[in-house]
């Protein structure tokens, strides 16, 4: 069964950090782009960060560049969202999704994207 499942979502204080991880599983991972959206209350679901199968980050969301950060472990299969200097406005459901895109790519747009999973709720607040 092709899936992703999101995971390590929790309560932080403004100013900190969570590192979300993204399991993969039924599907040769090396040969996906993998991407991180999130929806927060009330909002769309929009576009965070992406990894090409060659693992080179591409931000959706410029804004986030200097604390989000985007990273792939091939031995285990995952992919990971570290996040710093959280602020309340990143309080929201994170997805992962994956794609078999072109090499070194990444999908122009969240349609694009075949698989997706359960998401993880981050929420910042003090």
């Known amino acids: 069964q092709i899936q992703t499942v999101a995971s390590g979502g929790g309560l932080v204080q403004p100013g900190g950090s969570l590192r979300l991880s993204c399991a993969t599983s039924?599907?040769?991972?090396?040969?996906?782009?993998v991407g991180w959206f999130r929806q927060a209350p009330g909002k769309e679901r929009e576009g965070v960060i992406c990894?090409?199968?060659?693992?080179?980050?591409?931000y959706y969301d410029d804004s986030l560049k200097g604390r989000f950060t985007i990273s792939r472990d091939h031995t285990k299969r995952r992919v990971y969202l570290q996040m710093n200097s959280l602020k309340p406005e990143d309080t929201a459901i994170y997805y992962c999704?994956?794609?078999?895109?072109?090499?070194?790519?990444?999908?122009?747009?969240?349609?694009?994207?075949?698989?997706w999973g359960q998401g993880t709720q981050v929420t910042v607040s003090s």
């Open positions: 990894i090409s199968n060659n693992d080179i980050g591409t």
């Open positions: 999704a994956a794609d078999r895109a072109g090499w070194g790519t990444c999908p122009h747009a969240e349609y694009e994207y075949d698989t």
């Open positions: 039924g599907f040769n991972l090396d040969h996906y782009a």
